[in-house]
């Protein structure tokens, strides 16, 4: 359900819970995503990031709660479901039918996409000849065919090379930078840290913080001491480099390994749901 173009949001969240029988998958989520902003989920595996896209995608129904998406959307989906057997070309023509796009329209559409994500090489090749990064930009020019105001990423690099994963975030934030709303999940940390606006730390369907990076960050403190001995590694933080400094002169004794380094969006994420992710 579309929300007016009046509003300064471009999804809506309120008291959104989904049910699976006795589990609760989601658990009254309630938040607000601005127009033009790049917001991330993060959460471990079973948290309820793409329980949530399908919802906001159409593809699930809520048990109760609002959910709301102020505009067309596109879908970037975690499994990879393109057209092994057609070209690039192909698959985003039939996407562009799907959505009623003018025919004269979809030819120009498709060039200017294949331009955008640097594949117009590989436009008469066959999906199953790409590689994986390939086939991840392919899926992103689907995803934007016919212009969507809203782009769900739901794990857009999962199991992409450090290189290639790097090129997608380029891509990612042109798209934004284009003014389009970006909804990503992410299990990737780094990822979120680097490309969002603002984060929600999901947790067994709920949401236990949301705020931007710096601020999560901000919660732990500025430094951080790692230090890894015989009982494994701990970490203690510090608001100021001064203050870190001196308690590593105060932990240092032989057997002990200890690294002074800045607070990451991964100690945030530790700290405030017990658990890591990639």
């Given at each position: ?34 127009k033009g902003e790049l917001f991330a989920l993060l959460g471990p595996n079973g948290a309820g990031k793409t329980t949530l896209v399908r919802i906001l995608t159409g593809l699930t129904r809520p048990s109760f ?111 934004q930078g284009q003014g389009t709303t970006i909804l990503l999940t992410t299990h990737y940390i780094e990822e979120a840290e680097l490309l969002a606006d603002k984060v929600a730390l999901l947790d067994h369907g ?73």
């Open positions: 359900m579309n929300q007016s173009d009046s509003t300064p949001f471009a999804v809506t969240i309120q008291n959104l819970t989904k049910k699976y029988g006795s589990l609760k998958a989601l658990d009254k989520i309630t938040f607000s995503v601005h709660g609002i959910a709301q998406v102020n505009g067309q959307a596109g879908l970037v989906p975690q499994a990879l479901n393109l057209d092994y057997d057609l070209t690039v070309s192909e698959n985003l023509l039939i996407h562009g039918l799907l959505y009623h796009m003018p025919y004269p329209a979809i030819g120009s559409r498709i060039r200017e996409l294949l331009a955008y994500t640097e594949i117009a090489h590989k436009a008469r090749a066959t999906i199953r000849t790409l590689s994986g990064g390939m086939k991840r930009r392919v899926m992103i020019a689907r995803a934007l065919m016919h212009d969507p105001e809203v782009l769900f990423l739901d794990e857009p690099t999962v199991g992409l090379d450090p290189h290639i994963r790097r090129k997608i975030w380029s891509l990612i934030k042109r798209v709920t949401i236990v913080a949301l705020d931007t990076p710096r601020n999560l960050k901000a919660r732990m403190g500025t430094y951080a001491v790692d230090i890894v001995d015989d009982n494994g590694l701990a970490t203690n933080y510090f608001p100021d480099k001064e203050s870190a400094r001196k308690a590593m002169l105060d932990m240092g004794e032989q057997g002990r390994a200890i690294t002074l380094r800045q607070v990451t969006l991964e100690d945030a994420v530790v700290g405030l749901t017990g658990r890591t992710e990639k």
